[in-house]
T-cell receptor, first 112, second 112 residues
């Protein structure tokens, strides 16, 4: 298996622009997770899905953040409008139920 | 709320100098404690899952142990390629919970 795939790997944008991050989970995994990693706060869970349905979005910082999973093989995390404090590395992970989460390579987002 | 504290924040060892990393946790019922390794610019890579106090798991120069309050990652005769950030995470036993709560990690440097 190719593992979790994320795109783009790097994104540089200006404040106020819309940013869309993409994730393809491991085939067959029921759960998909979006995390954000910063030096100050470490790795934080933003939202997770089960069978394409959002289960817990309590980690989503503001209404500027939204996530969708239109099918079992694709998810997006959107930030609109972006702000400099959104600069971080965003990871997607996937898993079977009650099982190990496998992470993608991450998207490094820089908002100028 | 689940909490994970890792210590030390950073550790520098000479090649061959054994040591241990600590992960202290509080959780309302533990389903699993996870150790991940993260190299710069990459996503976390799964190492171990521990489920109950007294359990131990080994992989090459690494051994993870678990008590009711903490976990240790013992590194025996480390090599430079063991240099990485080691992350600890817990998953609570609440029904339907798939969330992982991560510590901020220990950055390990092995000096040749």
């Amino acid at each position: 298996d190719a593992g979790v795939i994320q795109s783009p790997r790097h994104e540089v944008t200006e404040m106020g622009q819309e940013v869309t991050l993409r994730c393809k989970p491991i085939s067959g995994h029921d759960y998909l997770f979006w995390y954000r990693q910063t030096m100050m706060r470490g790795l934080e869970l933003l939202i997770y899905f089960n069978n394409n349905v959002p289960i817990d979005d309590s980690g989503m910082p503001e209404d500027r953040f939204s996530a969708k999973m239109p099918n079992a093989s694709f998810s997006t995390l959107k930030i609109q409008p972006s702000e400099p404090r959104d600069s971080a590395v965003y990871f997607c992970a996937s898993s079977f139920p009650m099982n190990t989460q496998y992470f993608g390579p991450g998207t490094r987002l820089t908002v100028l | 709320e689940d909490q994970v504290t890792q210590s030390p924040e950073a550790l520098r060892l000479q090649e061959g100098e054994s040591s241990s990393l600590n992960c202290s946790y509080t959780v309302s019922g533990l389903r699993g404690l996870f150790w991940y390794r993260q190299d710069p610019g990459k996503g976390p890579e799964f190492l171990f899952t521990l489920y109950s106090a007294g359990e131990e798991k080994e992989k090459e120069r690494l051994k993870a142990t678990l008590t009711k309050k903490e976990s240790f990652l013992h590194i025996t005769a480390p090599k430079p390629e063991d240099s990485a950030t080691y992350l600890c995470a817990v998953q609570g036993a609440n029904f339907g919970n798939e969330k992982l709560t991560f510590g901020t990690g220990t950055r390990l440097t092995i000096i040749p």
